[in-house]
């Protein structure tokens, strides 16, 4: 009976402190959540799209890391026309981070609005607090065009609201689409436009294109109350670059279907005449062999 009384005695005990130890890590575990720094930025590309650009990261003693591979919840809020001027949510999609904590989120077309709002959160992760950020924009556009003024072509835009009503004293950075960023045009690093929300910048000579094609690039950058908008607009006054590549032919720096062909045949040479040398010694050398057995017999 006393054996029996100490059993269970042992065995509520460990029991007991199983339930500690979870508890304890449980709480552990919380409590080892880390704070992320969340940024988002509104982007509306003219006859595209509009975007969230979101962006993520945590602190730890080695500085600043990505918070890759983590959900983000995106919200659009409307805030109701009646007494209470409630604000409403409704979530209308999710994004996924890359290795570099970032993601891209396309906004369905039909939800733009003349004043667009969105909250983007993260919730519910194992590794990092809850978080959310919120961002406010006003609808803005833009329209751009290539003019002739005296022989020299210039980048005409205008910048406005949803009624025509232009915006004026913003800055518009203007540049070259290249592949690896953007050249900038004229003196400049932004543009402010004027009464009508117009700006004129002319086109440097020179400039070259792929069959004399340029794409420019008008953007109104993080403004506080529109957010970022870019028009691209395209010309074919550019200078032709000539195809000077020699990939299709055949030199040291084609592809194998390409070899040279002294690359085939020189080397084809040596070792057919390696391995008849070869077979030729070995032929004189059973010819002795032979030659020697028969003196033998």
């Not at 059993?7 to 339930?19: E, I, N, S």
């Not at 509104?42 to 890391?65: P, R, T, W």
């Not at 959160?121 to 003019?147: C, H, Q, V, W, Y």
């Not at 210039?154 to 540049?175: C, H, M, T, W």
Request: proline letters at 3%.
């Amino acid at each position: 009976m006393k054996n029996l009384i100490n059993y269970q005695f042992k065995l509520v005990a460990t029991l007991l402190a199983l339930t500690i130890v979870f508890i304890s890590n449980k709480a552990y575990c919380q409590e080892e959540k880390k704070d992320i720094n969340l940024s988002i930025q509104y982007q509306k590309i003219m006859n595209q799209h509009s975007l969230i650009n979101i962006s993520a990261k945590f602190k730890d003693e080695n500085g600043f890391n990505p918070c890759a591979k983590q959900k983000f919840d995106v919200y659009k809020v409307t805030i109701t026309e009646d007494e209470s001027a409630e604000a409403q949510e409704e979530k209308i999609g999710e994004a996924i981070t890359n290795d570099e904590g970032k993601v891209k989120f396309a906004i369905p077309y039909k939800i733009t609005t003349p004043s667009v709002s969105f909250i983007v959160r993260l919730e519910n992760s194992k590794l990092f607090e809850d978080s959310e950020e919120s961002i406010e924009a006003l609808d803005a556009g833009i329209e751009a065009t290539i003019e002739e003024v005296d022989s020299v072509f210039y980048i005409k835009a205008r910048l406005f609201l949803p009624d025509n009503q232009p915006l004026a004293a913003q800055s518009l950075e203007v540049g070259l689409q290249r592949l690896f960023g953007n050249l900038k045009i004229g003196e400049e690093d932004s543009y402010e436009t004027d009464e009508e929300g117009y700006i004129s910048v002319p086109i440097d000579e020179g400039l070259t294109g792929i069959d004399g094609k340029l794409t420019f690039r008008i953007a109104l950058v993080e403004s506080d109350e529109y957010g970022t908008i870019i028009a691209n607009v395209t010309s074919d006054k550019g200078e032709k670059i000539e195809d000077e590549s020699t990939f299709d032919q055949r030199t040291m720096l084609s592809p194998p279907n390409k070899t040279p062909l002294f690359l085939w045949i020189f080397p084809n040479i040596i070792l057919v005449s390696i391995w008849g040398i070869l077979v030729f010694l070995t032929l004189n050398l059973f010819k002795i062999y032979k030659s020697n057995k028969t003196k033998k017999s």
